[in-house]
């Protein structure tokens, strides 16, 4: 017995699929051109035509994405702490598997695998903080930075042997601290008067020293025997 109606759904449902997987390509593809010239060239320069021109896309067709050209840089700027929120739930899962220092040393591996972008970032938003439009997009930004600040919290605090309240009111204390030497490394890395340094080198040393926040005394040793087995 045939059951043609069924075949036709099937049918109907691969096509939503396909053309879904299509337009999330195209947006993606939007994304990338429109990232590559702002590091290019700076926002300054940065047109939806210019962006349509590059990526072969059509206005049209890239407004059917994004309605104005501030909602393609604030997506930038939300996929950038999303990613970081990825990437910390990976440290964290190899922090539980025992790598003490994973979920810090993941914050500061994203930050600092492409400073140019992370710096693009942190100037976008605060180009766009008082576009009165993109006030939802940023209370979802906040929200996703919260979280991220949350989950980093907890980290430290599984690194202390003993919590009592003073210590409690360091963890935000250390999530910045986290924060401020990320933003140095990038902007040290950004800074063509120190062009004679090795930055791969001094960026991964950073990585080193950054991944050590928050973890008490009596982790130290700990953690270094642990370094040992994971470099032999």
């Known amino acids: 017995m045939k059951y043609p109606l069924k075949k036709a759904c099937n049918n ?4 939503i699929r396909y053309k879904k997987k299509l337009f999330k390509a195209r947006e993606n593809k939007i994304l990338d051109v429109t990232k590559a010239l702002l590091l290019r060239s700076g926002n300054g320069s940065v047109t939806v035509s210019k962006i349509a021109d590059i990526s072969k896309i059509g206005k049209g067709t890239i407004y059917k994405h994004f309605l104005t050209k ?3 840089l604030i997506q930038i700027i939300l996929d950038h702490e999303k990613q970081l929120a990825k990437k910390l739930r990976m440290g964290i899962k190899r922090s539980e598997e025992g790598q003490l220092s994973a979920a ?4 500061f591996e994203y930050r600092l695998a ?3 972008l992370d710096s693009l970032v942190q100037k976008l938003e605060k180009e766009l903080i008082y576009t009165n ?16 600040q949350i989950t980093l919290n907890r980290i430290f605090k599984k690194k202390q042997t003993e919590v009592n309240g003073d210590e409690e009111k360091c963890f935000d204390f250390h999530y910045f ?3 401020a030497l990320a933003q140095g490394a990038v902007e040290l890395y950004l800074n063509k008067a120190h062009h004679q340094v ?15 926040i928050g973890i008490n005394n009596k982790f130290m ?6 370094q040992k087995k994971y470099d032999s």
């Open 12 to 15: 109907s449902t691969h096509q």
């Open 70 to 72: 501030n909602q393609i």
């Open 104 to 107: 810090c040393k993941s914050y």
């Open 114 to 116: 492409e400073p140019e």
């Open 133 to 148: 439009d993109l006030a939802p997009q940023f209370e979802e930004l906040y929200r996703i930075r919260k979280e991220n």
């Open 177 to 179: 601290a986290c924060w």
């Open 198 to 212: 090795d930055m791969g080198q001094l960026m991964n040393f950073i990585i080193e020293i950054g991944s050590t």
């Open 221 to 226: 040793g700990a953690l270094q025997d642990q």
